[in-house]
């Protein structure tokens, strides 16, 4: 795993830095928005460890930039800011995580883990259903043959849904397929990416059903 680390508190980056090289990954670290955008466009990086707080551009700015160029490279943020607002400007941009300082170097590296093991779950068949394919070995997802961006946690929360079409899937469940065992998820969170997924995959005519109290279904696709 290739890592940019993103911290301009130098005694944290360098903390950072050292577990998770401990911890096998390589890592390259700047310490500002416009370097880490320039180190994101030369470098196809596995994860991107974001602070939100920098000099010059801030986090948000440099994940949009991230985004608008197309980058599908998984983000975890970090902030010490006001956690439900920072959440979720990050969500909207795309973000995959999200980490509140101060927090235990664990609860880091078990995320950490989470987002490798989904970016290196890539060995898998070609998953179509109506004019959505997910091409699950090059990590790519289309709708109506056009590319469709998904963040990280979209994709593995329709992952859980496409393998049980017409099949109702517990919130539970999907929390267990998305996160780490250590990990923390809330079932509002799941909420949030079930409606991110129906806002690009509805236009198209796929649904995913609330079943209330338990889960959500996604149903047969009856054509667009
Ligand atoms: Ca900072």
Redesign the pocket.
């Known amino acids: 795993m290739r890592i940019l680390l993103v911290?301009?508190?130098a005694s944290l980056a360098g903390a950072l830095a050292q577990m998770l090289r401990a911890e096998g990954h390589a890592v390259d670290a700047v310490s500002s928005g416009e370097q880490a955008v320039l180190a994101a466009r030369q470098e196809p990086f596995d994860l991107v460890i974001l602070?939100i707080?920098?000099p010059g551009i801030d986090g948000f700015e440099v994940l949009r930039r991230l985004r608008g160029g197309g980058g599908t490279m998984p983000v975890l943020m970090l902030t010490a800011r006001d956690p439900v607002e920072d959440r979720v400007r990050g969500l909207d941009l795309g973000a995959d995580d999200y980490m509140t300082k101060p927090f235990a170097m664990p609860e880091l590296t078990a995320r950490v883990r989470a987002l490798v093991r989904r970016s290196q779950a890539r060995a898998g068949p070609r998953i179509e259903h109506g004019p959505l394919v997910l091409d699950t070995a090059a990590r790519r997802a289309f709708l109506g043959g056009e590319p469709l961006q998904l963040a990280a946690r979209e994709w593995a929360v329709l992952e859980v849904l496409l393998a049980r079409v017409e099949r109702v899937v517990s919130k539970e469940a999907i929390i267990q397929a998305v996160t780490g065992w250590s990990e923390e998820l809330s079932p509002n969170a799941i909420e949030v990416y079930v409606s991110r997924l129906r806002a690009k995959l509805e236009p198209a005519g796929i649904r995913i059903r609330t079943v209330r109290g338990f889960g959500y279904m996604l149903e047969e696709y009856q054509g667009g």
């Open positions: 911290e301009d508190d602070d707080g920098l």
